[in-house]
């Protein structure tokens, strides 16, 4: 399930023709796709807002892909989960509350996050999981492919596919899979 962070002043919908709230700066999940409910009760695994491991077996950290947009003066950030290693999952623990974490070399992953609204799909797209200073959420290269993902990491959206993708959203009914 995606989150809605918000940024922009309310906008029109093009699906319904309603005015809706404020356009959103973002989008983000709370667990990585791989988990599942009854993981919280297996003492291998954990779930917190930055960290999960799925028996002692799969690591994740949660992160930002950020877009550009192209006209104003903000970002669009998609939070995000990236499989890492055990070793990188570690050194990131060991280094989180460290002033010298950002400048740690990046950690290699895979995109753990389903964003239902690329095709093909964004789970499994190779990733640069990057530290940044302490309290500030890490954030994630995607390697450079023709994923359409990738490409507007790359190039940048407009406001206009920030409302797009924010119609997505607010009506799945009419848009995601059709």
């Given at each position: 399930m995606l989150s809605r962070m918000s940024s922009a002043p309310e906008f029109l919908c093009s699906c319904c023709g309603e005015r809706h709230g404020t356009l959103p700066s973002g989008y983000g999940t709370l667990a990585p796709v791989h988990w599942r409910e009854e993981l919280a009760d297996d003492p291998a695994s954990l779930l917190t807002g930055e960290q999960c491991v799925?028996?002692?077996?799969?690591f994740f950290l949660r992160a930002r892909i950020i877009l550009p947009v192209l006209d104003a003066d903000h970002r669009f950030e998609?939070?995000?989960?990236?499989?890492v290693s055990r070793k990188n999952y570690y050194r990131a623990g060991a280094m989180w509350g460290n002033p010298d974490r950002?400048?740690?070399?990046?950690?290699?992953?895979w995109l753990a996050t389903d964003l239902p609204i690329y095709d093909p799909p964004t789970v499994n797209l190779k990733?640069?999981?990057r530290t940044q200073a302490v309290g500030v959420r890490p954030t994630v290269e995607l390697a450079p492919t023709d994923h359409p993902l990738s490409v507007e990491q790359r190039t940048g959206v407009t406001v206009a596919r920030i409302q797009q993708i924010a119609e997505i959203f607010l009506h799945p009914e009419l848009t995601i899979g059709a």
């Open positions: 799925i028996e002692n077996q799969h998609w939070g995000v989960w990236v499989s950002a400048a740690e070399p990046p950690y290699f992953g990733t640069q999981f």
